[in-house]
C-alpha cells in the first residue's frame, strides 16, 4: 500500500520522483519497471506521475540526467596544497568510485540506460563528458602554465574523451564487484590517464614535468 501522500514543493516532489526511479531502475531492467508503479510507491495520482513526465522515456532520461549532476557534483575535487597532478586525478577517480558506492542503484541506472542508440541519453551523456572533459583541461592548463597550442589541446581532448569511457567502465566493473579494491580503481585510471597525456607531441614542458612526478 502506497504511504499516505504527503506536501511537496513541485520542485521537491519531482526530486523526489527521481530519487525514486533511480532506486527502482537500478534494481530492475527498464522494460520491467511501470510508470504506475513509481507513482504508487512515490503515493502520488497517476496523473501528477504524468504532469511532471509525460511517458516512461522522458521520466528515464530525466533521471539519468539527475544522477549524472550528482556524479559531476561529487568528482568536483579542487586541487590541494602540494598535491601533485597524479594525485589530483586519483582524487577525482576515487570520489567518483564512493560516490558510486553511496548511491548504487543510481549510479547503475545512469550506466545501463535504455541503449546507447537513444538520441535522448546519447546527448545526455555526449553533454556530461563534454562538462568532464573541459574540467580536467582547465586542470591541465592551470598545469602547463597557461593557454596551449591548439594542435596539442586537440589531441589532449581526444585523449581525455577516451579516458573518460575507460575510467566509466573500470567504475561499472567495480559497482559489478566491489571486492574490487577503490584504491587500484583510483590509481590504474590516474595512471592510464597522465601515461595517455604523456605521449601527446609537443605538450609544454610543465606539463611533461607533473605528469613524470608520481
Not at 57 to 76: D, G, K, P, W
Amino acid at each position: 500500500m502506497a504511504e499516505p501522500r504527503r506536501r511537496l514543493s513541485p520542485d521537491d516532489r519531482r526530486n523526489e520522483l527521481l530519487a525514486l526511479g533511480a532506486e527502482v531502475f537500478g534494481r530492475r531492467p527498464y522494460d520491467e519497471v511501470r510508470i504506475d508503479e513509481i507513482a504508487q510507491q512515490a503515493g502520488v495520482s497517476r496523473a501528477l506521475m504524468y504532469h511532471y513526465f509525460p511517458d516512461k522515456r522522458t521520466f528515464f532520461a530525466a533521471v539519468v540526467r539527475a544522477e549524472n549532476e550528482r556524479l559531476f557534483q561529487a568528482t568536483n575535487t579542487p586541487p590541494q596544497p602540494g598535491q601533485s597532478f597524479f594525485e589530483q586525478v586519483r582524487a577525482g577517480v576515487l570520489a567518483y568510485v564512493r560516490h558510486s558506492d553511496e548511491h548504487p542503484h543510481g549510479a547503475w541506472a545512469a550506466y545501463v540506460g535504455i541503449g546507447r542508440f537513444d538520441p535522448v541519453l546519447r546527448g545526455i551523456e555526449e553533454s556530461d563528458n563534454d562538462r568532464q572533459a573541459e574540467r580536467i583541461l582547465a586542470r591541465i592548463r592551470d598545469v602547463a602554465g597557461g593557454e596551449l597550442d591548439s594542435k596539442v589541446e586537440r589531441d589532449l581532448r581526444s585523449t581525455i574523451y577516451a579516458w573518460l569511457a575507460f575510467t566509466v567502465e573500470m567504475c561499472r566493473q567495480r559497482l559489478t564487484d566491489p571486492s574490487i579494491d577503490a584504491e587500484y580503481v583510483a590509481g590504474a585510471c590516474a595512471h592510464a590517464l597522465l601515461d595517455a597525456l604523456g605521449r601527446v607531441p609537443g605538450i609544454p614542458k610543465a606539463l611533461a614535468d607533473a605528469i613524470a612526478d608520481r
